[in-house]
């Protein structure tokens, strides 16, 4: 591909800079081939022309896609050139905060000068076992990297870290150390991951200061070796050092410091146990104030030697030995105060008494004239004579200081033995990890011996660092089978052998070091005559000849020859060394006495696993060779230990840090290009970098490339072969066929050739972008006219109808107006007419009236005298006819009486007459009988004739009497008349008095009726302002309501949220102790499994099995102690394991000890906690019933409890009665003292009644908890009744409180109660002292109960060993002889009894004599049927024997059908004591749980294990009670940590250990789990003992079994999220594939054996189906679910917030489908309310952060809104990482992340960036009582438990 179709107009390209060393800018012309100037527009809009080399004629160097920058390995760029990997690094390190970057095998490592929560133990986490490529750049990736090839390759690993001074070395080197700690763990309890972190802060201590670059600079290299055993747990370390700055010890730089254990020794010389060393400020000592600066920020010295002495302690330094150590540091501060002084020019003295070297010796424990001696004087040796020289003050200076720096190297050296002694391991190292924290190249001012070093042992690792790189690119090409191309790169061996070779740079100063007379100048010569002339890399500065350049690999350094050949002799006085040999001070005499042993500067002469380790100094065998070999230079000896170390390397698979320091004042996140540049061309990166651009840097595998470039290609070209599919585009795509070539499984690309498929992808994209915004935009301008065009046409009709309404309007008004004038007019002619009209009226009517009211009184007064005449006249003639009437009356009496008189004179004379007589006679029978009927019926109507006479005769007179009331009234009346004749002139005068009253009258009516409209109208003005006042209270009455009303829902709303925020509160409080509590018991249960192991693996170090019983150790309970297991169950169980007796002589009894403490301590915390426990749900079920009986109130209810209450009250009211008269009778009829004393009528009257009382008071408590127990039941029922009630039951209640009310029955019977209460307590003495007297009798009786029990039994046992003949003849004689004793001893005590006695013996005797008989026949009669039955079974059986084998099958057998009653069984099963070993074995341990699963019943061994248990209750056996369940226990204990890692097992067993707890529970007798209890179960429950301590030891079990479970699921599911939630795309074609770098990652694409979404579902199928056949209760598997989501979420979460190539728009889309397709799993399985969905909410919060626009404030708020599940550091860490896949979208810019952090500043929340994924939500387990009636169980023959016998 031609240059010029790069360097196009708009393409972008990077020129040097003096400022910036690279800027960016665009072309604004096509190049042409040929073209000198490069037309250039920097992005600040200045405009350039840019001149080409003529000579060479290159263009600058391309920039890379936006899309490109920011990538997580520099190898994935387009262009691999320098501006590209500065600019990368830069965006990384100052936008998105990331100071990890791959550069190839290369990890990028920036000290970002701020610490960063991404080293915590939740990132260790999700880095381990993860690859490399897989996750985001990180020091923990290497690390990882470098164990998972230990394991996988079985070869040793180093990870070499670099760099300047500040760069982060150090710490970079300690996290991958406490990496490898924390993943690996050690192999026992020795803690050594513990002690290998330990050594840091020691090793920083004495070996780290501060400088003018670093705070906390290591002037020491070192590598240290991490061993691991074969299971690659740490078992040990060790550590080698490299050149140390022992300069720093006497002389420091300003700004600078010493070591820092010398200000920490000066920060703690307050305490009392420093007050011996005189130590003041660091200020008062020389050594410590050159620098002039004391204190670094933020850093407390007196903290950190805290610090440091606890490692001390940790890695077994005792407190003498550290105090001596304290003691020798504190003499080098107090040796350099020393003052020496001149005596003359060539002598020196020191002044006698000098205060500090006083100190000095009296520390080190030497005398002070030899010392002060040596200090001034020398020795020297001639051949024949010992001169002994006073030397200059100069001089001695100069030899108190090399004394002091010898003192401090010996001290460095006894520091690094005895840390590797503390971490060596007695067990054979297997492999191990080297780390080599060691100086980069260095280049100062001034550069002298330690940098010439320094930058030859960086020579040594460039060139490792390039055979290796160079080694990796070679096998790449050959396992893809490309051809390979030699590739030139630096080779600075020319360099080493300049330096090492012979004649080199340390040979020529170890030759010039041997010189009597050696000199820098006389060296410095020797190399100008040597490599001047001969060597390229050698060359002399022109102004000095004290001084040499070298050419490195980095850049050119000046070397200064003053101080090499001192610095390389490393000389001291032989006799100060003598010295302090003899001093009294032990540890000063170990030190130097080590110098004759030492094999290292470390004096580290362990060896570890065969390996032998590296030496500086050769080992020393004899006395004569020590003078010899103490004169080996210091050049020499890092030349052989820096060989060694290359030895070391070379042996193991390096992994590369280079350590970059972004600028020299220590700004967090500040990037200074000119400085990164220097230290990535001085570290190697950039060589790196030009070997990877100078072969094909880009490979893509060829199914990438094809999702990644599938836009170029048309539908013909793709083929079901993907790889020629790749290879036809790429022909069409790429013309020139050296660009790429074709790879087994990858394709590889020539620098920039990616970019250009870029270019092309991009264009395709962009087309096709044109294309659709073109049609979109089309569309919208046609929109746009069309809704323009319907807009006008509406604006239109809109307006003309507008104007319409106007003309019609005005036309409207017009007649209006015609019309309101009409009526107007109309309306004034017709008031005026009214008026006139109304006048005429009124004057009509006042005439009218006035002649009306005359003609009226005219009329009237005619009608009263017409009514006065009527009246007179009537009674005038009534008066006449009265008269009248009165005088014919009379008359016809008279007539009457005459005619009478007449008729009964001539009926006397005819009665005189015979004839007359007998002619009456004749016929006189017949009419007297019929006159005597006609008298009769004459009385009778006589009779009722004078009935109504009388009635007629009392009604005329009463009308006689109202006629003469009548006539007086009328006389009254005419008597009036004639008065009111005489009134009339009155009365008309009063008439006419009356009318001028009524004028008078009239006209006052007038004036008050104009007065009363006033008032009504001011009355009427009145009440409308009362009105609109009282409208307005009303109104502010409403306000005030509807304010009162809203605050009495506000305080409601407001008690409800703080009630449910209580509640919360307190559930989580809840939790947290449980969770606490939880974890407590896995720690406890860690630690176990920890003392097993330590027991085994003493056991099998030991190897002495010893015969006998193994005893499992307690977990939980005492009782536990208890259960054994015998040896041959140990040894099926175990196989070849040991006893626990071993020797104790081996066992670490420290270690036991602080087990056991440990354990106790465990124990007492989890009594603590579970105790605290109960409390918070004692009061979370109070303040839940609190609510409840606030809401809920059941009237009917509580009525019916009065109800019952009542009776009861009644009841007892009439026993109270019956009671007080019983003892009114005993108490009258006893009337003596004693008549109360114990055994009197009273006493016992009063006694019984007191225990009846007592029977009676729990008949009616347990009668009162039933009935509640049934109200409550009823509550529900009752309350849709509740109408209906409140109409029937009134009368009831008050009938039933009327009865209540009966308060003299109530109180006679409370006075009753009282005086017996008196009684009882006055008699209270007496009745103990008898009780107390007849609980010794009862124990003696009882001792002989025991005691004959005991013979009983002894008898019954030798009994059933007889036939049964003489069983019954023993037991006769054996009851002979128990009657026998019984009558000796009542006939010892009472004859008269023993005769009673005797008697009833006697007959007892006969019974039992008659019995007797009766069973011989019956035993006879049975013996009879038995042999019938043998007989036919017989016959049976011979006939069965005689039938062929096919009429076996075709015609079976009937057998006798034999009646049997049926046996009711109790749900118990029986087994031997022998046989609990059987038991378990086959119920627990050998069992198969997925055939129990599938053909048997849920919970099958649980209810087997229920019932053995029952029975060992029922026969009272409390130790087959305790060893049942002991044995059941550690039994399941034995099979999980056996199958643990089996989810089917530990699901079962979770199951069933969930059914036995719920079955000790429902079985219990407590009334709180017996409320669903049938009335068989209740009649099956536990008699005997109470297991509610064993209950708590299996809730503890089943919570570490459940624990197991969610361990199993998590193994299982772990490697499934990743790849099934992130990687694999289940919206296929929503994500393109970036271009990647050398650590490919794992492909999204789905290829055989990855995991999909699909495959998360089917296993979360799986576990619930699982859970479902084991009958694990609901709520327990909502849990189970619960956890599974969120370990999904939070994995998939953190795993996000680590890897920046998932931070995208469509990955967000893709993470929201599979998070939908989850929740329809949920749904599906009907366990939304189980609160997964809940722990998703993270997740999907992230989703939807990578989808939303984030530009705009808006954007920020709307974000901060919506993530609030998401902490602050998760938001920006996502936005951070926000990557687009495509070039069109955006990138987050600085500023907007800025706004997000300044609106979450006030967030409350942890600083942790990943979510813990080791959380486990505590478990409870909800009772759950079991239908299942225990006696219809059957045991299946497939269990093999025949033994056991149903009851």
């Known amino acids: 591909m031609a240059a010029s179709e790069l360097y196009t107009k708009y393409a972008r390209v990077w020129i040097p800079d003096v400022e910036e060393v690279w800027r960016s800018a665009e072309l604004t012309k096509d190049y042409r081939q040929g073209d000198g100037v490069l037309q250039l527009q920097l992005e600040d809009g200045k405009e350039l022309e840019y001149k080409l080399d003529p000579k060479t004629n290159n263009l600058p160097?391309?920039?890379?896609?936006?899309?490109?920058?920011?990538?997580?390995?520099?190898?994935?760029?387009?262009?691999?050139?320098?501006?590209?990997?500065?600019?990368?690094?830069?965006?990384?390190?100052?936008?998105?905060?990331?100071?990890?970057?791959?550069?190839?095998?290369?990890?990028?490592?920036?000290?970002?000068?701020?610490?960063?929560?991404?080293?915590?133990?939740?990132?260790?986490?999700?880095?381990?076992?993860q690859n490399m490529g897989d996750m985001d750049p990180h020091i923990f990736a290497v690390a990882e990297e470098a164990y998972k090839q230990m394991a996988r390759d079985e070869r040793n690993q180093s990870i070499i870290v670099s760099g300047e001074s500040g760069a982060g070395k150090t710490v970079s080197a300690k996290y991958a150390m406490r990496y490898f700690a924390t993943v690996s763990g050690s192999a026992s309890e020795a803690n050594v991951e513990e002690k290998v972190l330990a050594s840091n802060p020691i090793m920083e201590s004495i070996g780290n200061a501060k400088t003018t670059r670093n705070d906390n600079s290591s002037r020491f290299g070192k590598y240290i070796e991490i061993g691991f055993d074969k299971r690659y747990h740490i078992i040990g370390a060790n550590m080698r050092t490299y050149l140390l700055e022992k300069s720093r010890v006497v002389f420091q730089a300003d700004e600078e410091r010493n070591y820092h254990i010398f200000y920490q020794l000066c920060a703690s010389a307050h305490l009392p146990e420093?007050?011996?060393?005189?130590?003041?400020?660091?200020?008062?000592?020389?050594?410590?104030?050159?620098?002039?600066n004391p204190v670094i920020d933020g850093i407390d010295d007196a903290k950190e030697m805290s610090i440091t002495r606890n490692a001390f302690s940790l890695l077994g330094v005792n407190e003498s030995y550290?105090?001596?150590?304290?003691?020798?540091?504190?003499?080098?501060?107090?040796?350099?105060?020393?003052?020496?002084?001149?005596?003359?020019?060539?002598?020196?003295?020191?002044?006698?008494?000098?205060?500090?070297?006083?100190?000095?010796?009296?520390?080190?424990?030497?005398?002070?004239?030899?010392?002060?001696?040596?200090?001034?004087?020398?020795?020297?040796?001639?051949?024949?004579?010992?001169?002994?020289?006073?030397?200059?003050?100069?001089?001695?200076?100069?030899?108190?200081?090399?004394?002091?720096?010898?003192?401090?190297?010996?001290?460095?050296?006894?520091?690094?033995?005895?840390?590797?002694?503390?971490?060596?391991?007695?067990?054979?190292?297997?492999?191990?990890?080297?780390?080599?924290?060691?100086?980069?190249?260095e280049t100062f001012e001034i550069n002298s011996f330690e940098q010439f070093c320094i930058n030859y042992a960086n020579e040594k690792l460039q060139q490792q660092f390039n055979m290796h790189v160079f080694k990796l690119e070679q096998e790449e090409y050959m396992k893809e089978q490309i051809p390979w191309t030699l590739i030139d790169f630096y080779d600075n061996q020319p360099c080493i052998n300049l330096i090492e070779a012979k004649m080199g740079v340390l040979d020529l100063l170890d030759e010039e070091c041997k010189m009597p007379k050696g000199s820098d100048d006389s060296w410095a010569q020797k190399l100008y005559n040597t490599h001047l002339k001969t060597c390229a890399l050698f060359e002399k500065p022109r102004m000095s000849n004290k001084a040499f350049i070298i050419q490195h690999f980095a850049d050119k350094v000046e070397y200064q020859c003053d101080g090499f050949l001192e610095k390389n002799k490393d000389t001291v006085n032989e006799e100060q060394i003598h010295v302090l040999k003899a001093s009294k001070?032990?540890?000063?005499?170990?030190?130097?006495?080590?110098?004759?042993?030492?094999?290292?500067?470390?004096?580290?002469?362990?060896?570890?696993?065969?390996?032998?380790?590296?030496?500086?100094?050769?080992?020393?065998?004899?006395?004569?060779?020590?003078?010899?070999?103490?004169?080996?230079?210091?050049?020499?000896?890092?030349?052989?230990?820096?060989?060694?170390?290359?030895?070391?390397?070379?042996?193991?698979?390096?992994?590369?840090?280079?350590?970059?320091?972004?600028?020299?004042?220590?700004?967090?996140?500040?990037?200074?290009?000119?400085?990164?540049?220097?230290?990535?061309?001085?570290?190697?990166?950039?060589?790196?970098?030009?070997?990877?651009?100078?072969?094909?840097?880009?490979?893509?595998?060829?199914?990438?490339?094809?999702?990644?470039y599938r836009v170029l290609m048309v539908q013909k070209d793709v083929l079901t072969d993907r790889k020629m599919t790749c290879k036809n585009v790429l022909e069409k795509l790429v013309q020139d066929p050296d660009k790429y070539q074709f790879g087994k499984t990858k394709i590889f690309f020539r620098a920039g050739q990616v970019a250009y498929l870029e270019k092309l992808r991009a264009d395709k994209l962009r087309a096709a972008c044109i294309r659709i915004q073109k049609t979109i935009r089309c569309w919208l301008a046609r929109k746009k006219y069309l809704r323009m065009k319907h807009a006008a046409t509406t604006i239109q009709r809109y307006v003309r109808g507008h104007q319409a309404r106007c003309l019609a309007k005005f036309l409207r008004r017009t007649r209006a107006a015609i019309i309101i004038q009409k009526y107007q007019r109309m309306y004034v002619q017709r008031t005026c007419y009214k008026r006139k009209k109304a006048a005429a009226l009124a004057m009509q009517c006042i005439l009218r009236a006035y002649m009306a009211r005359q003609l009226y009184k005219a009329l009237l007064r005619e009608h009263k005298a017409i009514i006065i005449q009527k009246m007179v006249r009537g009674w005038l003639a009534r008066q006449w006819f009265k008269r009248s009437l009165r005088a014919i009356v009379y008359l016809q009496c008279c007539t009457r009486r005459m005619r009478a008189?007449?008729?009964?004179?001539?009926?006397?004379?005819?009665?005189?007459?015979?004839?007359?007589?007998?002619?009456?006679?004749?016929?006189?029978?017949?009419?007297?009988?019929?006159?005597?009927?006609?008298?009769?019926?004459?009385?009778?109507?006589?009779?009722?004739?004078?009935?109504?006479?009388?009635?007629?005769?009392?009604?005329?007179?009463?009308?006689?009497?109202?006629?003469?009331?009548?006539?007086?009234?009328?006389?009254?009346?005419?008597?009036?008349?004639?008065?009111?004749?005489?009134?009339?002139?009155?009365?008309?005068?009063?008439?006419?008095?009356?009318?001028?009253?009524?004028?008078?009258?009239?006209?006052?009516?007038?004036?008050?009726?104009?007065?009363?409209?006033?008032?009504?109208?001011?009355?009427?003005?009145?009440?409308?302002?009362?009105?609109?006042?009282?409208?307005?209270?009303?109104?502010?009455?409403?306000?005030?309501?509807?304010?009162?009303?809203?605050?009495?829902?506000?305080?409601?709303?407001?008690?409800?949220?703080?009630?449910?925020?209580?509640?919360?509160?307190?559930?989580?409080?809840?939790?947290?102790?449980?969770?606490?509590?939880?974890?407590?018991?896995?720690?406890?249960?860690?630690?176990?499994?920890?003392?097993?192991?330590?027991?085994?693996?003493?056991?099998?170090?030991?190897?002495?099995?010893?015969?006998?019983?193994?005893?499992?150790?307690?977990?939980?309970?005492?009782?536990?102690?208890?259960?054994?297991?015998?040896s041959e169950f140990a040894e099926s169980e175990e196989g070849s394991r040991g006893g626990e007796d071993v020797s104790k002589a081996i066992l670490d009894m420290s270690l036991f000890l602080k087990l056991q403490k440990r354990v106790s301590e465990l124990e007492q915390e989890k009594q603590s906690l579970q105790n605290e426990l109960d409390r918070r749900e004692e009061q979370f079920q109070r303040a839940r019933a609190r609510d409840d009986e606030e809401h809920k109130k059941a009237r009917g209810a509580e009525l019916e409890y009065e109800s019952l209450k009542r009776q009861e009250l009644e009841s007892e009211n009439k026993k109270l009665k019956h009671h007080l008269n019983e003892m009114r009778q005993s108490l009258r009829g006893s009337a003596e003292a004693g008549s109360a004393a114990p055994g009197s009528p009273p006493y016992t009257v009063l006694l019984d009644q007191l225990n009846s009382s007592n029977e009676e008071l729990e008949v009616r408590k347990e009668e009162v908890l039933i009935l509640r127990s049934q109200l409550v039941s009823q509550k529900e029922a009752m309350q849709h009744k509740d109408e209906k009630a409140t109409m029937t039951e009134p009368l009831p209640y008050i009938e039933d409180v009327q009865k209540l009310t009966d308060a003299k029955e109530l109180s006679q019977a409370y006075m009753g109660?009282?005086?017996?209460?008196?009684?009882?307590?006055?008699?209270?003495?007496?009745?103990?002292?008898?009780?107390?007297?007849?609980?010794?009798?009862?124990?003696?009786?009882?001792?002989?109960?025991?005691?004959?029990?005991?013979?009983?039994?002894?008898?019954?046992?030798?009994?059933?060993?007889?036939?049964?003949?003489?069983?019954?003849?023993?037991?006769?004689?054996?009851?002979?002889?128990?009657?026998?004793?019984?009558?000796?001893?009542?006939?010892?005590?009472?004859?008269?009894?023993?005769?009673?006695?005797?008697?009833?013996?006697?007959?007892?005797?006969?019974?039992?004599?008659?019995?007797?008989?009766?069973?011989?026949?019956?035993?006879?009669?049975?013996?009879?049927q038995l042999k019938v039955f043998a007989k036919k079974i017989n016959?049976?059986?011979?006939?069965?024997?005689?039938?062929?084998?096919?009429?076996?099958?075709?015609?079976?057998?009937?057998?006798?059908?034999?009646?049997?009653?049926?046996?009711?069984?109790?749900?118990?099963?029986?087994?031997?004591?022998?046989?609990?070993?059987?038991?378990?074995?086959?119920?627990?341990?050998?069992?198969?749980?997925?055939?129990?699963?599938?053909?048997?019943?849920?919970?099958?061994?649980?209810?087997?294990?229920?019932?053995?248990?029952?029975?060992?209750?029922?026969?009272?056996?409390?130790?087959?009670?305790?060893?049942?369940?002991?044995?059941?226990?550690?039994?399941?204990?034995?099979?999980?940590?056996?199958?643990?890692?089996?989810?089917?097992?530990?699901?079962?067993?979770?199951?069933?250990?969930?059914?036995?707890?719920?079955?000790?529970?429902?079985?219990?007798?407590?009334?709180?789990?017996?409320?669903?209890?049938?009335?068989?179960?209740?009649?099956?429950?536990?008699?005997?003992?109470?297991?509610?301590?064993?209950?708590?030891?299996?809730?503890?079990?089943?919570?570490?079994?459940?624990?197991?479970?969610?361990?199993?699921?998590?193994?299982?599911?772990?490697?499934?999220?990743?790849?099934?939630?992130?990687?694999?795309?289940?919206?296929?074609?929503?994500?393109?594939?970036?271009?990647?770098?050398?650590?490919?990652?794992?492909?999204?694409?789905?290829?055989?054996?990855?995991?999909?979404?699909?495959?998360?579902?089917?296993?979360?199928?799986?576990?619930?189906?699982?859970?479902?056949?084991?009958?694990?209760?609901?709520?327990?598997?909502?849990?189970?679910?619960?956890?599974?989501f969120y370990i999904i979420g939070a994995v998939t979460l953190n795993n996000l917030l680590l890897r920046k190539d998932m931070c995208s728009w469509s990955k967000g889309m893709q993470i929201r489908y599979n998070v939908s397709q989850l929740e329809e799993w949920l749904r599906d399985k009907n366990l939304m309310t189980c609160g997964a969905k809940e722990t998703l909410e993270p997740l999907i919060q992230a989703a939807q952060l990578l989808q939303v626009k984030k530009k705009t404030d808006e954007d920020a708020e709307a974000i901060c809104s919506m993530c609030n599940a998401l902490s602050t550091a998760q938001i920006v860490k996502v936005l951070n990482l926000y990557t687009p896949v495509n070039a069109f979208e955006e990138r987050v810019s600085v500023l907007f992340i800025r706004t997000i952090q300044t609106r979450l500043r006030d967030r409350k929340e942890s600083p942790q960036l990943l979510m813990d994924t080791k959380i486990i939500y505590p478990v409870t387990f909800p009772f759950n009582p079991s239908s299942l009636a225990l006696e219809t169980i059957q045991i299946p023959g497939s269990l093999n438990l025949s033994f056991l016998t149903r009851v």
């Open 1313 to 1424: 109660l009282k005086d017996t209460n008196r009684l009882l307590e006055s008699q209270l003495q007496a009745q103990r002292r008898s009780h107390e007297n007849e609980v010794e009798v009862l124990r003696g009786e009882l001792q002989s109960v025991k005691e004959d029990n005991n013979r009983q039994q002894q008898l019954l046992a030798q009994n059933l060993q007889l036939p049964p003949e003489a069983r019954i003849e023993a037991s006769l004689q054996h009851e002979i002889t128990r009657l026998t004793n019984e009558n000796l001893e009542l006939h010892s005590d009472d004859p008269k009894e023993y005769k009673a006695y005797r008697i009833s013996m006697l007959r007892r005797m006969v019974d039992l004599m008659e019995q007797l008989e009766k069973q011989d026949k019956t035993v006879r009669k049975l013996k009879k």
């Open 274 to 292: 420093f007050k011996a060393l005189k130590l003041g400020k660091a200020d008062s000592f020389h050594y410590t104030k050159q620098g002039r």
């Open 1435 to 1684: 016959d049976l059986e011979g006939g069965q024997m005689d039938v062929s084998p096919g009429q076996t099958t075709d015609e079976p057998v009937h057998p006798v059908n034999i009646p049997r009653r049926e046996k009711d069984f109790q749900g118990m099963l029986e087994y031997k004591k022998e046989d609990e070993l059987k038991l378990v074995k086959n119920l627990i341990l050998e069992l198969k749980p997925r055939g129990v699963a599938v053909n048997l019943i849920p919970g099958l061994p649980a209810y087997i294990l229920f019932m053995c248990l029952r029975h060992a209750d029922y026969v009272n056996d409390d130790q087959k009670v305790r060893s049942l369940l002991t044995s059941v226990i550690n039994s399941i204990k034995k099979i999980l940590k056996k199958r643990g890692d089996d989810f089917e097992t530990v699901s079962f067993w979770l199951s069933n250990t969930c059914r036995f707890l719920h079955c000790l529970k429902q079985y219990s007798g407590d009334e709180q789990f017996m409320k669903h209890n049938s009335p068989k179960q209740n009649d099956h429950c536990l008699s005997n003992f109470d297991l509610a301590e064993y209950r708590q030891v299996l809730s503890d079990l089943a919570i570490q079994i459940y624990q197991q479970l969610i361990k199993s699921m998590e193994n299982i599911l772990q490697p499934m999220i990743v790849s099934g939630m992130l990687e694999h795309e289940t919206i296929q074609g929503v994500s393109g594939v970036k271009p990647t770098g050398l650590r490919k990652r794992t492909s999204s694409i789905a290829d055989e054996g990855t995991y999909t979404l699909d495959s998360i579902i089917r296993q979360l199928n799986t576990f619930h189906s699982i859970m479902c056949q084991h009958g694990t209760d609901p709520e327990l598997i909502k849990q189970v679910v619960k956890q599974q």
């Open 901 to 1126: 008189k007449w008729e009964l004179k001539k009926l006397k004379i005819e009665a005189r007459s015979v004839e007359h007589f007998k002619k009456l006679n004749i016929g006189m029978e017949n009419k007297i009988m019929q006159l005597q009927r006609r008298i009769d019926e004459q009385n009778k109507d006589n009779r009722s004739l004078s009935e109504r006479l009388n009635g007629l005769e009392i009604s005329h007179a009463a009308e006689s009497e109202r006629m003469r009331v009548e006539v007086h009234r009328l006389r009254g009346a005419e008597e009036d008349a004639k008065n009111n004749a005489n009134k009339v002139t009155t009365l008309m005068e009063e008439l006419e008095r009356l009318r001028k009253d009524l004028n008078n009258t009239q006209k006052e009516k007038k004036a008050i009726e104009e007065w009363a409209k006033t008032y009504q109208d001011e009355m009427e003005q009145m009440i409308s302002e009362l009105k609109e006042q009282n409208h307005l209270l009303k109104n502010e009455k409403n306000d005030l309501n509807r304010l009162i009303q809203e605050q009495g829902q506000q305080w409601t709303e407001k008690m409800q949220r703080a009630l449910k925020e209580e509640t919360q509160q307190l559930e989580n409080d809840l939790n947290e102790e449980r969770s606490r509590y939880q974890n407590l018991l896995t720690e406890h249960l860690r630690l176990e499994e920890k003392y097993d192991d330590l027991k085994e693996e003493i056991s099998l170090a030991v190897n002495v099995p010893k015969p006998g019983h193994r005893r499992t150790d307690s977990t939980h309970s005492s009782n536990e102690s208890e259960c054994t297991y015998n």
């Open 585 to 708: 001070f032990d540890l000063l005499v170990e030190l130097f006495h080590d110098e004759e042993k030492a094999t290292s500067p470390t004096g580290a002469a362990l060896t570890t696993g065969g390996r032998t380790r590296l030496s500086v100094k050769p080992v020393k065998s004899t006395a004569g060779q020590s003078g010899k070999e103490h004169k080996k230079t210091v050049g020499l000896q890092f030349r052989n230990s820096l060989h060694l170390l290359m030895e070391t390397l070379n042996a193991t698979t390096p992994h590369y840090v280079r350590c970059i320091k972004p600028n020299d004042f220590k700004f967090a996140f500040t990037f200074d290009p000119k400085r990164a540049v220097q230290q990535l061309r001085a570290c190697g990166v950039l060589e790196t970098i030009r070997i990877s651009a100078a072969g094909f840097p880009s490979r893509w595998t060829y199914q990438e490339f094809f999702s990644r």
């Open 322 to 441: 550290q105090m001596g150590l304290f003691r020798i540091l504190a003499s080098i501060l107090h040796l350099g105060n020393v003052e020496v002084k001149d005596r003359d020019s060539d002598s020196s003295i020191i002044p006698p008494n000098n205060g500090h070297l006083s100190v000095f010796c009296e520390l080190m424990g030497v005398t002070y004239q030899d010392m002060s001696h040596w200090l001034c004087h020398k020795k020297l040796k001639t051949a024949t004579e010992t001169y002994i020289k006073p030397v200059p003050k100069l001089q001695a200076i100069n030899a108190r200081d090399a004394l002091a720096k010898h003192i401090y190297a010996k001290l460095f050296n006894w520091i690094v033995d005895h840390v590797n002694k503390s971490l060596h391991s007695t067990v054979k190292q297997h492999s191990f990890i080297g780390v080599l924290d060691i100086y980069g190249f």
């Open 61 to 129: 160097h391309l920039r890379n896609p936006d899309i490109l920058v920011g990538e997580n390995d520099l190898t994935a760029l387009s262009y691999l050139h320098e501006p590209a990997v500065l600019h990368n690094l830069k965006v990384r390190f100052t936008d998105s905060k990331l100071i990890y970057t791959y550069c190839g095998i290369v990890l990028v490592a920036i000290n970002p000068y701020e610490t960063l929560p991404i080293y915590g133990s939740d990132i260790i986490n999700a880095y381990s076992g």
